[in-house]
């Protein structure tokens, strides 16, 4: 009995094998063409850094000094674009002084200093974006007004706009009480705005 759970075990542990040996070669052959792809990606990309090296006539020494004479490949790539982003911005400067010159050449006048390209990016945008501070919701003409003046000051304060400031507890405490008891004083003034 034992031998024949033994030989099922064996059997199910060898099939569960053979489905991961499986996947794992469905997997590898996915591997194996993303990694073809990736690597005709590279060579199309290798053959266009090197046309575009030799039809700008970028100079090849310090790549040679520094790397040989093996050409373009995966881990001199960004030293091959460092040389042509150099060279692209030689001739712009070139392309910038010419058109300069020309420009001179048909209004008789003196030649502008061509414009820097190396550095420049976006330009910003004209339009410029205000922003306005909070404010505490009363406006000037509030403080200026009659009634505020009545309701808010007390006999020796006045409200000047300079002065607008927080208020602290103690402050607005004793301001609030003074404000009641001017209230209380006068009740014939507050029956009176009320109606």
């Known amino acids: 009995m034992e031998s024949v ?24 052959g996915a591997y194996e063409l993303k990694y073809d792809g990736t690597m005709k990606t590279l060579d199309q990309l290798k053959s266009g850094i ?7 006539n970028c100079d090849r020494s310090p790549i040679v000094e520094m ?20 060279r692209t911005n030689e001739l712009l400067q070139l392309f910038a002084f010419v058109q300069a010159r020309e420009a001179e050449k048909q209004e008789g006048g003196v030649v502008p200093q061509p414009p820097s390209l190396l ?41 000047d706009e300079e002065e607008i400031r927080p208020l602290t507890q103690a402050e607005l405490k004793k301001k609030i009480i ?18």
């Open 5 to 28: 759970d033994l030989e099922n075990e064996r059997k199910k542990i060898l099939g569960e094998l053979e489905e991961k040996l499986e996947t794992t070669n469905t997997l590898r």
């Open 50 to 56: 090197d046309s575009l090296f030799n039809k700008i």
């Open 67 to 86: 790397l040989g004479e093996a050409g373009v490949t995966e881990t001199n790539m960004m030293q091959y674009l460092g040389i042509v982003e150099q």
């Open 119 to 159: 550095g420049q990016g976006p330009q910003p945008p004209v339009n410029t974006i205000t922003v306005a501070p909070p404010t505490t919701g009363i406006t000037s003409s509030q403080h200026t007004s009659k009634a505020a003046a009545e309701d808010y000051e007390s006999d020796g304060d006045s409200v």
């Open 178 to 195: 003074k404000g009641i008891s001017k209230r209380e004083a006068n009740p014939k003034k507050s029956k009176k705005e009320k109606a």
